[in-house]
């Protein structure tokens, strides 16, 4: 009969189907082992090859919003100080130019009698003036411009026999000094120097100058004009060279009728442009 025992020292034999597991659990342990790696190295790769972030530089701070206001001296930017000044009770006012730089209309005024003045009253509240120094008996009138490129304020005063010439630079009237240091005059055929005022432009800017119109034989006129340069404050003046700027000229050309007048551009003394002294 045969044992159903092996023989003694003969190898067990291997039971069914046990082999097969454990080569599966194998297969799949290398499997999974080899997916992780294989996982972790894509990761690796992945950080190794995306670029790091560059931090883009600040926007550098944004500038404060410009005015269109220009900025200046206090002139300029907020007009003359305001004072406790005021215009005499009577006085011719009229509305002129911006005389203190601020943008807006300012007021030129004449007060009559004895103590007659000529003054400004800005838009700002300040009022500053001058006693008219003229023996001359005959009513003022005034007119107020800009001349020169750097835009001086001046006033013109016409007394009939002669004209003053005033500085209003600084908020203040202040008599132009000739360069012998006297108050300058424009003689207005009293004296024979001279018969009028203007301002002519030159190189784009009104200048003043001293006119005169003279008469010949023919009854035709030779204009010479004298140019008039003012200092930076508007309150020293030097002659320049006179220069004939007309010949033979009708006495209704304008160069004669402008020659026997005040003015300053388009503006004339005794005019609804500025201040008559009151009578």
């Known amino acids: 009969m045969t ?57 550098p701070p944004s500038a404060p919003p410009t005015s269109s206001t220009p900025q200046a001296s206090e002139t300029t930017a907020a007009g003359c100080a305001p004072n406790d000044a005021t215009i005499p009770a009577g006085a011719d006012v009229v509305t002129v130019i911006d005389v203190d730089g601020d943008g807006r209309p300012d007021q030129a005024w004449l007060s009559g009698g004895a103590g007659r003045t000529f003054g400004i009253t800005t838009a700002s509240g300040a009022t500053f003036s001058t006693p008219i120094e003229s023996a001359s008996p005959v009513a003022a009138s005034a007119i107020v411009n800009r001349v020169q490129s750097d835009g001086i304020p001046i006033a013109l005063v016409d007394l009939s026999r002669e004209a003053l010439v005033y500085s209003l630079a600084g ?104 201040p008559v002294e009151p009578q």
């Open 3 to 59: 044992s159903p025992f092996p023989p003694t020292g003969a190898p067990d034999q291997p039971q069914p189907g046990s082999g097969g597991r454990r080569g599966w659990v194998v297969a799949l342990t290398a499997l999974l082992v080899v997916a992780i790696v294989v996982i972790v190295v894509l990761l690796v790769n992945r950080d190794d090859s995306t670029p790091a972030p560059v931090a883009s530089p600040s926007a």
């Open 171 to 274: 908020c203040a009237v202040t008599p132009v000094a000739n360069e012998q240091g006297e108050p300058y005059t424009f003689d207005l055929g009293f004296a024979g120097t001279g018969t009028g005022v203007g301002c002519s432009t030159d190189a784009g800017s009104l200048r003043l100058a001293g006119l005169n119109a003279v008469a010949d034989t023919a009854g035709t006129y030779t204009v010479t004009r004298t140019f008039v340069d003012l200092d930076a404050d508007g309150r020293h003046a030097t002659n320049a060279a006179p220069e004939q700027v007309a010949l033979g000229a009708g006495a209704d050309e304008p160069v004669v009728t402008t020659a026997q007048e005040v003015s300053c551009g388009e503006l004339v003394a005794g005019t609804d442009d500025g």
